[in-house]
């Protein structure tokens, strides 16, 4: 027995939003790592905003991880689970030990618009083969990163002006 055969959803259809969600899984995993990274060596100005909003992003980047390994067996795909096999296709690359503020804000707004861009891509996919509940997912996180960006942006303004 298959989930689709209940769900309604055409599994060929489906073909490029589980491409699309799996691409999307390696990307959250390599960005989740990352951020634990900026929340861990951070120092300077900004250290107490900075150290708890990695925190705050983290934590949600793994709710995001979860969410998508389960929409991807939803779909009667099974996720990957070894980091190793995530870092061979991931767009988001290993940041390494970053202690500055700034190039961690940086780096974090390139992976936000690494992840709009492919969930854009998700979204369409997503509509054309009828499967609402990972547009509804996917217009969630892209709502949640936009204002992630835009916030970000105003704090890196704020602080290129001192």
Known sequence: MKTLDYTGLNENKVSNVVKGL???LANF????ANLRGFHWNVKGHGFF???SKY???YNDAAT???DIAERLLQLDAAP???YSEYLKVSTIKEAGDIHSGKEAIESLLGYLKTLIALEREILSAASEAGDEVTVALISDYLRDQE????MFTAFAHNHEAK
């Open 80 to 82: 990957e689970s070894k």
């Open 64 to 66: 995001k991880i979860d």
């Open 49 to 51: 905003i900075l150290h």
């Open 29 to 32: 995993q390599v960005y989740y």
């Open 147 to 150: 204002k992630t960006v835009w």
């Open 22 to 24: 799996a691409q999307l």
């Open 55 to 57: 925190e705050e992003l």
